[in-house]
């Protein structure tokens, strides 16, 4: 395998930006012995890279053109064009900073933004990793030698748990227990709450079956209490009280992994991370709330290292089309942002409450998800406590179980997200 040198020298337009885009494409295409540097090395053969060379508008644009999106032009396969030719490290640019969703008015009545208005809704590409392929037809086209340094690995996992909720389990059970005129089940959940041993309260049981699998996952904590509006919640759970502090040092010396859930509240990443008894560099927006680029930019002032943050709740797939996790471009300052975000891919809700299919064919099309993207991929799959062990949430701990088998079968493995920051943030 030959050693390449992408050279971009230090005076190129947009060096800053060409550096990053070339990053990601070896890192997405998953290319070895390739460097990109504005230094020369004599070991390495060199390939120059700039405005004449890479036949791309991304060297020649004002960074504020992504602010003005009406002066894109699209064809009909939503690739950005270039004097009449498809320009595709333009349009991964575009897919890979999501672009399309900054400052839109597309919001859902939680103020999150609207899978159905995504250019991956509209393309029906949600479940396809569409920039590598763009990065792929690009390099074909202008460096096909460099694609024989090409390496297909093993995808892996990434798991988590978001805890929203530890004592759930009496009213919304026992809801839709009631509902079903189940007094059994709500004669078991009374009694559970009387000796405080609530169903949800099941981290326990978690890590018990996680270890059985040789799976060390995250779990992301609240630290705002009680309901904020009509519509959202925080923790049911007080994340100072003794029980939860117990719980907290259960998953860190079982070697498994805490991060912030950042509530909706006023206060920054900061101020909440002060809150979490134990230190993180990790977050994951409770509802998936965010709006971007203002969400990039509140995590870059913070002291975190990494967002889980970047998925739809109402379709699983790839959000901005790309299967790995990736540093994001700042636009305004033209340069990487200083953290990693990893995308989230697969979620419980989005099956049971928004596509509203059975456990089976939750599996189903989870399964098929990730036979289509078995190589150079990290699926980050989110499942929460209670959908373990619930009247209300009923069977839906069997898709988790059969992903579980499933990649034990397939001998695909785990990641942790220290291991994800060493390999995919830019330095
Ligand atoms: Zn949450």
Same mark, same amino acid.
């Given at each position: 395998?030959?050693?390449?040198?992408?050279?971009?020298?230090?005076?190129?337009?947009?060096? #800053?930006?060409?550096?990053?885009?070339?990053?990601?494409?070896?890192?997405?295409?998953?290319?070895?012995?390739?460097?990109?540097?504005?230094?020369?090395?004599?070991?390495?053969?060199?390939?120059?890279?700039?405005?004449?060379?890479?036949?791309?508008?991304?060297?020649?644009?004002?960074?504020?053109?992504?602010?003005?999106?009406?002066?894109?032009?699209?064809?009909?396969?939503?690739?950005?064009?270039?004097?009449?030719?498809?320009?595709?490290?333009?349009?991964?640019?575009?897919?890979?900073?999501?672009?399309?969703?900054?400052?839109?008015?597309?919001?859902?009545?939680?103020?999150?933004?609207?899978?159905?208005?995504?250019?991956?809704?509209?393309?029906?590409?949600?479940?396809?990793?569409?920039?590598?392929?763009?990065?792929?037809?690009?390099?074909?086209?202008?460096?096909?030698?460099?694609?024989?340094?090409?390496?297909?690995?093993?995808?892996?996992?990434?798991?988590?748990?978001?805890?929203?909720?530890?004592?759930?389990?009496?009213?919304?059970?026992?809801?839709?227990?009631?509902?079903?005129?189940?007094?059994?089940?709500?004669?078991?959940?009374?009694?559970?709450?009387?000796?405080?041993?609530?169903?949800?309260?099941?981290?326990?049981?978690?890590?018990?079956?996680?270890?059985?699998?040789?799976?060390?996952?995250?779990?992301?904590?609240?630290?705002?209490?009680?309901?904020?509006?009509?519509?959202?919640?925080?923790?049911?759970?007080?994340?100072?009280?003794?029980?939860?502090?117990?719980?907290?040092?259960?998953?860190?010396?079982?070697?498994?992994?805490?991060?912030?859930?950042?509530?909706?509240?006023?206060?920054?990443?900061?101020?909440?991370?002060?809150?979490?008894?134990?230190?993180?560099?990790?977050?994951?927006?409770?509802?998936?709330?965010?709006?971007?680029?203002?969400?990039?930019?509140?995590?870059?002032? #913070?002291?975190?290292?990494?967002?889980?943050?970047?998925?739809?709740?109402?379709?699983?797939?790839?959000?901005?089309?790309?299967?790995?996790?990736?540093?994001?471009?700042?636009?305004?300052?033209?340069?990487?942002?200083?953290?990693?975000?990893?995308?989230?891919?697969?979620?419980?809700?989005?099956?049971?409450?928004?596509?509203?299919?059975?456990?089976?064919?939750?599996?189903?099309?989870?399964? #098929?998800?990730?036979?289509?993207?078995?190589?150079?991929?990290?699926?980050?799959?989110?499942?929460?406590?209670?959908?373990?062990?619930?009247?209300?949430?009923?069977?839906?701990?069997?898709?988790?179980?059969?992903?579980?088998?499933?990649?034990?079968?397939?001998?695909?493995?785990?990641?942790?997200?220290?291991?994800?920051?060493?390999?995919?943030?830019?330095?």
């Amino acid at each position: 395998m030959k050693s390449y040198l992408l050279f971009i020298p230090p005076n190129t337009k947009n060096k #800053s930006c060409l550096l990053w885009l070339f990053k990601t494409a070896i890192s997405s295409l998953n290319l070895k012995n390739i460097i990109v540097d504005e230094i020369e090395i004599s070991t390495h053969q060199t390939i120059l890279i700039n405005e004449t060379t890479i036949h791309s508008r991304i060297a020649a644009v004002d960074l504020n053109i992504w602010f003005q999106p009406n002066s894109l032009t699209f064809d009909n396969n939503g690739i950005i064009m270039n004097n009449a030719v498809e320009d595709e490290l333009m349009t991964a640019f575009y897919l890979i900073n999501s672009i399309s969703e900054y400052n839109s008015k597309y919001i859902d009545n939680i103020g999150r933004y609207k899978f159905d208005a995504s250019y991956q809704k509209k393309h029906d590409i949600i479940g396809t990793n569409f920039v590598t392929i763009l990065f792929e037809r690009y390099f074909n086209k202008y460096f096909p030698q460099l694609l024989e340094n090409r390496v297909f690995e093993k995808t892996q996992f990434f798991f988590s748990h978001d805890i929203d909720s530890l004592y759930g389990a009496f009213l919304q059970d026992g809801k839709a227990a009631l509902q079903k005129g189940r007094f059994d089940i709500i004669a078991k959940l009374i009694f559970n709450a009387i000796i405080l041993n609530p169903e949800w309260f099941n981290i326990d049981k978690i890590l018990k079956i996680e270890n059985e699998y040789e799976l060390k996952s995250t779990f992301f904590w609240i630290v705002n209490k009680g309901r904020v509006n009509k519509s959202l919640t925080n923790a049911d759970y007080d994340i100072n009280s003794p029980s939860l502090r117990r719980t907290i040092d259960k998953v860190l010396s079982n070697n498994s992994f805490v991060g912030l859930h950042k509530s909706i509240s006023n206060e920054s990443y900061d101020q909440e991370l002060k809150k979490l008894p134990v230190q993180t560099t990790i977050n994951r927006n409770h509802y998936l709330r965010f709006n971007l680029p203002k969400h990039y930019q509140n995590i870059e002032e #913070s002291q975190l290292k990494i967002d889980c943050s970047l998925g739809f709740a109402e379709h699983y797939g790839f959000r901005n089309s790309l299967a790995i996790p990736f540093v994001p471009f700042n636009i305004l300052e033209g340069k990487p942002y200083q953290f990693l975000e990893i995308p989230l891919n697969v979620m419980d809700g989005t099956f049971q409450k928004y596509m509203q299919l059975p456990p089976i064919e939750t599996t189903r099309h989870i399964l #098929s998800f990730i036979e289509k993207n078995k190589t150079n991929s990290v699926i980050s799959v989110l499942w929460h406590n209670h959908f373990f062990n619930s009247y209300r949430f009923n069977g839906y701990f069997k898709p988790y179980e059969d992903i579980l088998m499933y990649i034990k079968e397939q001998s695909f493995s785990f990641v942790t997200p220290e291991t994800l920051f060493n390999k995919y943030y830019l330095a």
